[in-house]
């Protein structure tokens, strides 16, 4: 299973930026995928997830209306676009996938950073 994110960057407040994360080595419209996010001195928490079936979704409140998670399973991607970006949303941002029953393991990519800044 390998998870790689790309898309980060520096963004003033109030932009918008689109994160990727390309999946492979797992049959990726199976399962349900994650967008988590750290920052500084902080706990990784969760901010979106989207299911594998019926494309339902599922947000932080702090992000509600604002970021929005997609897939697109013809190219094993799941996207979180991210708008109305705000000094707080500043993380390093990770894609998640849980694969399997007894035992559930968690796979994470390597992370991409956002910086919102002026």
């Known amino acids: 299973v390998e998870l790689v994110e790309s898309g980060g960057g520096l963004v003033q407040p109030g932009g918008s930026l689109r994160l990727s994360c390309a999946a492979s080595?797992?049959?990726?419209?199976?399962?349900?995928m994650s967008w988590y996010r750290q920052a500084p001195k902080k706990e990784r928490e969760l901010v979106a997830h989207?299911?594998?079936?019926?494309?339902?979704?599922g947000y932080a409140d702090s992000v509600k209306g604002r970021f929005t998670i997609s897939r697109d399973n013809a190219k094993n991607t799941v996207y979180l676009q991210m708008n109305s970006l705000k000094p707080e949303d500043t993380a390093v941002y990770y894609c998640?996938?849980?694969?399997?029953?007894?035992?559930?393991?968690?796979?994470w990519g390597q992370g991409t950073q956002v910086t919102v800044s002026s």
């Open positions: 998640k996938t849980a694969i399997g029953v007894r035992p559930r393991i968690d796979y």
């Open positions: 080595g797992f049959t990726f419209s199976s399962y349900g």
């Open positions: 989207i299911a594998s079936i019926g494309g339902i979704t």
